[in-house]
Every structure is written in structure tokens, then in C-alpha cells.
Nanobody, 125 residues
Framework: QVQLVESGGGLVQAGGSLRLSCAAS????????MGWFRQAPGKERELVAAINSSGSSTYYADSAKGRFTISRDNAKSTVFLQMNSLKPEDTAVYYCAANVKRRGVSTSAYEYDYWGQGTQVTVSS
């Protein structure tokens, strides 16, 4: 059983930055592909960024490119999402997810097996 705990969310003004963390435990976390998703009220959950097990390959949604950076520290079983130049449309609950079946980047929510409880990010204009 894999447990994922997100932290780092909060209220920030437009143009500001936040760094989300996802602490993972259970299993061999360093062999799992990981992803960050978000869900805004009334909208479907969407992928923001994903990373392979070693951290050598990443994927970003168009909305995140150039502003967000996903990374991981396998020694600490932690995945990060650095978010810069935040916009009001980035307001959502952000979720960390783990795909325990593969090491490569996973871009579909259906591929992920475990999810965190989410952390709220609110960007004011």
C-alpha cells in the first residue's frame, strides 16, 4: 500500500510562486512513475505534470509549460511541483499520484494506482 501526502498549497497572489511537495511511503517509491493533477470546481481532473521513476523524463500540460517544474528526490521519496507565475486559473485542488506498474512517464489518470488527499491552491487576482 502506497501512501501519498501533499503539502505546500495555500493562497497566493497572481504572479506569485508555490512549491508543492508529495511525501510517499510504502513500496519501492523510487521505481514508480509519479504525477501531479489538479481539479477545479465544476471541472474534470487534469494532468499538470508527470515524471518517470528516475526523474530523467518529464511531461507538462500546455497550461504548465514554462511555469511549472516537476522533480523528485528518490532518496527522500518526495516529488515536488514548483509553480511560478501563478494565474487565477491555476486555482484548484492539486493531487499527487503514483503509478506502481511502470517506470516511464504516465499521462493518463487511469494509469495511476494511488492518490493523495489533495492540497488547495488559490490564486487571487
Amino acid at each position: 500500500q502506497v501512501q501519498l501526502v501533499e503539502s505546500g498549497g495555500g493562497l497566493v497572489q497572481a504572479g506569485g510562486s508555490l512549491r508543492l511537495s508529495c511525501a510517499a511511503s510504502g513500496g519501492t517509491v523510487s521505481s514508480y512513475a509519479m504525477g501531479w493533477f489538479r481539479q477545479a470546481p465544476g471541472k474534470e481532473r487534469e494532468l499538470v505534470a508527470a515524471i518517470n521513476s528516475s526523474g530523467s523524463s518529464t511531461y507538462y500540460a500546455d497550461s504548465a509549460k514554462g511555469r511549472f517544474t516537476i522533480s523528485r528526490d528518490n532518496a527522500k521519496s518526495t516529488v515536488f511541483l514548483q509553480m511560478n507565475s501563478l494565474k487565477p486559473e491555476d486555482t484548484a485542488v492539486y493531487y499527487c499520484a503514483a503509478n506502481v506498474k511502470r517506470r516511464g512517464v504516465s499521462t493518463s489518470a487511469y494509469e495511476y494506482d494511488y492518490w493523495g488527499q489533495g492540497t488547495q491552491v488559490t490564486v487571487s487576482s
